[in-house]
Nanobody, 125 residues
Framework: QVQLVESGGGLVQAGDSLRLSCAAS????????MAWFRQAPGKEHEFVAA????????YYAESVKGRFTISRDSAKNTVYLQMNSLKPEDTAVYYC??????????????????WGQGTQVTVSS
C-alpha cells in the first residue's frame, strides 16, 4: 500500500507562486505514473498534471499549461507541483495520486490507485 502525503498548500494572492510536494512511502513509487488532481467546492475532481514513472514525459490540463510544472525526484520519493501566476480559479484542494497503469497516463481519477489526503490552495484576488 502506497501512502502519499501532500504539503505546501496555503493562502496566497493572485500572481503569487506555491510549490506543492508529495512524499510517497515506498521505493516502488518510482514505478508509478504520478499526477495531481484538484477539487474546487461543489465541483468534480479535475486533472491538473501528470508525469511518467521515468519523469521523461509530462502532461497538463489546458487551464494550467505554461503556469504549472510537475516534476519528480525518485531518490527522495517525492513529486512536486510548481504553481506560478496563480489565479483565484486555481483555488481548490489539491491531491497527489499514483497509478499502476502501464503504458498510458490516465487523465481521469479512475485511472489512479492511490490518493493523498489533499492540501488546500486558496488564491485571493
Amino acid at each position: 500500500q502506497v501512502q502519499l502525503v501532500e504539503s505546501g498548500g496555503g493562502l496566497v494572492q493572485a500572481g503569487d507562486s506555491l510549490r506543492l510536494s508529495c512524499a510517497a512511502s515506498e521505493r516502488t513509487f518510482s514505478r508509478y505514473a504520478m499526477a495531481w488532481f484538484r477539487q474546487a467546492p461543489g465541483k468534480e475532481h479535475e486533472f491538473v498534471a501528470a508525469i511518467t514513472w521515468s519523469g521523461g514525459r509530462t502532461y497538463y490540463a489546458e487551464s494550467v499549461k505554461g503556469r504549472f510544472t510537475i516534476s519528480r525526484d525518485s531518490a527522495k520519493n517525492t513529486v512536486y507541483l510548481q504553481m506560478n501566476s496563480l489565479k483565484p480559479e486555481d483555488t481548490a484542494v489539491y491531491y497527489c495520486t499514483a497509478s499502476k497503469t502501464i503504458g498510458v497516463i490516465p487523465r481521469t481519477r479512475l485511472g489512479y490507485d492511490y490518493w493523498g489526503q489533499g492540501t488546500q490552495v486558496t488564491v485571493s484576488s
